[in-house]
């Protein structure tokens, strides 16, 4: 499977000790771009997929901050799958990328890390366009 170079895993630094552990995320530090939005999803169903989109402008890194769930991701010319199951690993996703998550698992908390605020107008939600948008880019 070829890798998609706009999606990456970050692993985050945890300042663990006896008491527990604590993992702190910062803007153009431990992630790659300025934070306008977070969001978490949770409440969740197995069966249940989301996402279904990609994002014209905007970045993300999403962290699984309890329970696992799985992120497809597809740029138009492979697709590959990411297993969240770890507080300390970001999935980072680029612009232009067609993400679904599914799996969840019971109790799952996914936290979204946004670099952008929320516009809908910046969704691409048909995949057909999808593919159109990115074999056009592909062209430029
Ligand atoms: P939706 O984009 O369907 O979620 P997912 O990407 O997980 O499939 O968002 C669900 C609802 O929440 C939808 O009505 C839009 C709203 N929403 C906001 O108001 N602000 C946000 O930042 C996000 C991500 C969603």
Not at 39 to 58: C, N
Request: glycine share 6%.
């Amino acid at each position: 499977m070829k890798k998609i170079e706009k999606v990456k895993l970050i692993k985050l630094k945890v300042f663990g000790d006896t008491r527990g552990a604590l993992i702190s995320l910062e803007q153009y530090k431990d992630i790659p771009f300025g934070i306008k939005r977070v969001y978490y999803i949770f409440d969740t169903k197995r069966d249940t997929p989301r996402g279904f989109h990609a994002h014209k402008t905007l970045e993300q890194v999403l962290i699984c901050v309890n329970g696992s769930c799985k992120i497809k991701v597809d740029d138009g010319k492979n697709v590959d799958i990411f297993d969240l199951c770890s507080q300390n690993v970001g999935l980072y996703i680029g612009t232009m990328v067609w993400r679904e998550m599914f799996a969840f698992s019971q109790g799952c908390v996914l936290l979204v890390l946004a670099s952008r605020y929320y516009d809908p107008k910046e969704y691409i939600k048909d995949y057909n366009e999808f593919l159109r948008s990115v074999s056009c880019t592909n062209r430029e």
